[in-house]
């Protein structure tokens, strides 16, 4: 089993910053794209960045310039600083890892997507 837990979410004022976390934890073999996504009251979730494990990044445009996906694959860990907060931004954001446990690449079998449990992020105008 791998898990995904996410943390550092908060209110702030506009124009703030806060810097999101998500750590795997399981029994890992290796772990490819990580990224982080976003579901806003009402709204459908998306994408808002992803990064390789070489650290290929890639950003929504309504956060490029101000957000920044990072990764430490030595802690399996990945990072979304947040700056220039809007309150546009406010939404609950799940971090997402496309992972290989163990168990599947002795089983010959690819790799699987996982989600966090979701952090609240809120914006106050």
């Known amino acids: 089993q791998v898990h995904l837990v996410g943390s550092g979410g908060g209110l702030v004022q506009a124009g703030g910053s806060l810097r999101l976390s998500c750590a795997a934890s399981?029994?890992?073999?290796?772990?490819?794209?990580m990224g982080w996504y976003r579901q806003a009251p009402g709204k459908q979730r998306e994408l808002v960045a992803t990064?390789?494990?070489?650290?290929?990044?890639r950003y929504v445009d309504s956060v490029k310039g101000r957000f920044t996906i990072s990764r430490d694959n030595a802690k399996n860990t990945v990072y979304l600083q947040m700056n220039s907060l809007k309150p546009e931004d406010t939404a609950v954001y799940y971090c997402?890892?496309?992972?290989?446990?163990?168990?599947?690449?002795?089983?010959?079998?690819?790799?699987?997507?996982?989600w966090g449990q979701g952090t609240l992020v809120t914006v106050s105008s």
């Open positions: 990064i390789t494990s070489g650290g290929s990044s």
């Open positions: 399981g029994s890992i073999f290796s772990i490819n794209a």
């Open positions: 997402n890892a496309q992972v290989l446990s163990h168990a599947l690449y002795l089983a010959g079998s690819g790799y699987v997507e996982v």
